[in-house]
């Protein structure tokens, strides 16, 4: 069987020839407690770790946010990569060489076209970053003179010119690339009259990826006329995805490997990024001018749970504050905020005030509910009783979505003071707010048909018991598994692997299943044993519950078909039936 691209058997040497646990401590401070690692999670916001490692299962499951998979999974979600790159990471590591001979056709093409994309952009570069190098007193290098920007600081970001519109194109064919994979690419247009180089006459700010290879490229204008828009940015390709892209990641990745990084400041502009670095604040990233996407926020997740968010002061700038708000909070991250005064952006304020007082305006940065709180009021005038309601009705919403009920009197307290009514009335307010938030999320997720909770633990039971050793007799319990569901899936992997001779390792099974937090396979794989004599009674119990159930669900489907027979000789073997499994249950109840 082949995942991503990979078969299944290499997935499963790859897995047993890397330890998890050495892999994880890359990023997380582990404790070792009970035979287990513990860490904080890195996917949830937690003061308590939740976050284990099973280092004999190699396995890590988190009991706060339900989390869960191998080694290949962590390295996916704490690199933000696909599977195919995380497998990739991993087996360069355990000297592994990817097997080719099983890939499909449109696998091989796609990893051919991603390897000459990057080659195309490395190369798209390095041609662009000497042409500003080579040509200071060109427009472009004018531009960049009047930045104020560095030497060091354009060779840390590799920043460029285009100076021509066909200028590339000649570079790039004379380095044997084809026009099509450079319009693939994204570095070049095909219009009416031909090939042109997409950001010709451009200042050129590379963009990267977590790992500092060049993804795409934001080409900014030195004309000021409506013909030239001020940005041109590469559209979505094969290696580059806008939603989950942030503009200096690569940096504030490094200083978390270094241990160097406690929060993370989102700016908006490339130049305000730039700028800080050069002031020596490099925790800083930008979104590049679009709207920070779940994408974005479950990226900066996995580096820090503290961000101060540091967008421009305009009213596209207050707008883009309070969407982000949400999108950041609802990533479990902890928000704060602060409003330029002074300056437009942080590139102006650091160059008219300083980096001390930069930074000093960073660390006064308030609680994003606080900054809401006061921002919102600031919108309404409080002295008339319809915009007071409409400001009441505003806080309470937030404060409902992203307080904790100890935060949420601290916060009513606030709203209290700016509109003067009493706090009991606000505390009722509040609670019928949460009470219509949470009839709203029923309907919208409307009923789900109630299975039988005792079936489904005791087949979870006894797949726990074949899993990890201690059911030895499998056979006895195919009858149970006969059904089309996941369990029984994974009955009949288990039953496979064990005719093979092969080791089941819980690892194993996040490739060859889709395991959800909480899910059936996942409550199998994180199963806690009683006592061995317990256990056993429990499977006894377990078995013999699943076969009853079993033998009344086929009881009633033959007592439907009977009630909608046509002949009498029919409704008698019908009859034979269900007279056969009633003998059956009562003989299982004894």
Known sequence: MIKGGVPL?????????????TVASRYLTLTHRGGNY??????????????????????????????????INLVAKMENVDFLTAVEMLAKEANMPLPTDQESEEIKKQKQQRETMYAILKATTDFYHNNLLNNPNSPQGQYIKSRGLTSETIEKFKIGASLNYEGLINHLLQMNFKPADMVLAGVVGRGDHGLYDFYGGRVIFPIFNGFGDVVAFSGRSIEQSPEHTKYKNTSQTLIF???????????????????????????????????????????VIGCMGTALTPLHAKKIKTLVDNVILCLDGDSAG????????????????????????????????????????????????????????????????????????????????YISKFTTPAEQEI??????????????????????VKTNSAQKQIEQEGSEIIKDRYVLDGKITILAGILYNKIKNYEDFAG??????????????????????????????????????????????NYVFPADNVFETIVKDSSKRVKLYSLRTERDKLIQLMNSCLTDVDRYNYLAKIKQIDETINKEKV
């Not at 058997?9 to 646990?21: N, P, S, Y």
């Not at 490739?511 to 059936?520: G, Q, R, T």
């Open 9 to 21: 058997e290499f997935l499963e040497e790859l897995c047993a020839k890397t330890d998890l646990v």
């Open 38 to 71: 513990w860490a904080r999670c890195p996917f949830h916001n937690e003061k308590t770790a939740s976050f284990t490692i099973k280092e004999d299962g190699q396995f890590y499951k988190c009991f706060g946010c339900g989390e869960a998979g191998n080694v």
């Open 241 to 283: 995805n806008k939603s989950e892209i942030l503009f200096g990641y690569n940096f504030v990745r490094e200083l978390k490997k270094q241990r160097m990084l406690d929060s993370i400041v989102i700016v908006e502009g490339h130049i305000d990024v730039i700028m800080c670095h050069q002031a020596g604040i490099t925790n």
């Open 318 to 397: 207050a707008n883009a504050t309070y969407k982000a708000i949400d999108t950041l909070k609802e990533a479990d991250l902890n928000v704060r905020v602060v409003r330029l005064t002074g300056a437009k952006d942080p590139d102006e304020y650091i160059k008219k005030f300083g980096k001390d007082k930069f930074v000093e305006f960073l660390e006064n940065a308030i609680d994003c509910v606080d900054f809401v709180l006061q921002d919102s009021a600031k919108k309404y005038n409080l002295e008339n009783n319809s915009d007071k309601n409409k400001y009441v009705k505003e806080a309470l919403n």
């Open 411 to 432: 916060y009513l307290q606030a709203v209290q003071q700016k509109v003067e009514i009493p706090i009991d009335a606000l505390r009722n307010s509040l609670t019928r």
């Open 480 to 525: 149970i598994f006969n059904t089309e569901d996941e369990l029984s899936e994974l009955y009949k992997f288990f039953v496979s692997k064990i005719k093979e001779n092969k080791p089941i390792n819980p690892s194993i099974l996040f490739d060859n299943f889709k395991i959800e937090p909480n899910s059936a396979i996942d409550k199998v794989i």
